[in-house]
């Protein structure tokens, strides 16, 4: 295990999901394409190309910008996001939530769901070696424990910490002292592996005793690198 290779045996381990233990263009960017096209068909207006902007995503090849909205930035605030664009694109208060209404939906949390490796085999090892696993993510709590289920690791999973759970989300800290405080283990005896630098921050500004950037999300090398202890190609490499 490549935490062994480094010299670090941690008491708990929290993972980033979309981008980190789960592919994020299946899970987000084909729901972003069919939000652009759901709300033309709502409001009349060819928004889909002002909104993939504002998002952060690129209209081309459907790439998420690592440092763009979608990136990491919980629902209700995309929806808000969402609202101005519409209202930018000239449609009054009222045809906005219309068209919201008509048109808002989140990506199918099972169906998209594609792991980045084999989590149950990861996670096995990791509470085999009596490493805890906790999970933050910018994502809501429901469609996170539906994914979870259907991936058929929801009993593997220590603590799960949720954009709307009410606690602030990255790259403020406070995600992994809540699940330092609910694991029992001290912050420096952490790990945080996410894709972007937003995971970086929240792990280095909460003390955590290694930072891991993985490449198989938004996150480019040459943006993890600054904040990062270590860089992997994916959550894979953690296993033996």
């Known amino acids: 295990m490549i935490l062994l290779k480094l010299g670090f045996t941690p008491g708990l381990i929290i993972f980033d999901k979309d981008g980190t233990l789960i592919d994020f263009d299946a899970m987000w960017s084909g729901w972003m394409w069919a939000l652009g096209r759901r709300l033309e068909a709502n409001s009349g207006l060819p928004l889909a190309t002002a909104l993939y902007e504002a998002m952060g995503v690129d209209p081309i090849s459907g790439r998420v910008s690592a440092d763009g909205r979608l990136a990491a930035t919980p629902m209700a605030i995309l929806r808000g996001l969402t609202a101005e664009v519409l209202r930018g694109c000239g449609l009054s208060p009222e045809a906005t939530e219309s068209a919201l209404a008509a048109s808002w939906h989140i990506p199918d949390p099972v169906a998209l769901a594609r792991p980045l490796a084999d ?4 996670f096995g090892v990791l509470r085999g070696a009596r ?4 999970i933050a993510t910018t994502d809501d709590r429901t469609p996170t424990e539906a994914t979870l289920v259907g991936l058929g690791v929801a009993g593997l999973v220590d ?3 949720c954009a709307d759970d009410g606690v602030p989300v990255k790259p403020a800290p406070h995600m992994v002292w809540a699940a330092c405080r609910a694991t029992g283990v001290q912050p420096a005896q952490s790990v945080v592996v996410g894709d972007t630098v937003a995971d970086m921050q929240m792990g280095r500004a909460a003390g955590a005793g290694l930072v891991i950037g993985v490449l198989s999300g938004v996150g480019n090398e040459a943006a993890l690198k600054p904040h990062a202890d270590w860089i992997l190609a ?6 033996p």
């Open 234 to 239: 994916s959550v894979e490499e953690l296993l």
């Open 131 to 134: 490493i805890k696993i906790a």
């Open 119 to 122: 989590l149950n085999t990861l």
């Open 159 to 161: 603590v799960l910490l």
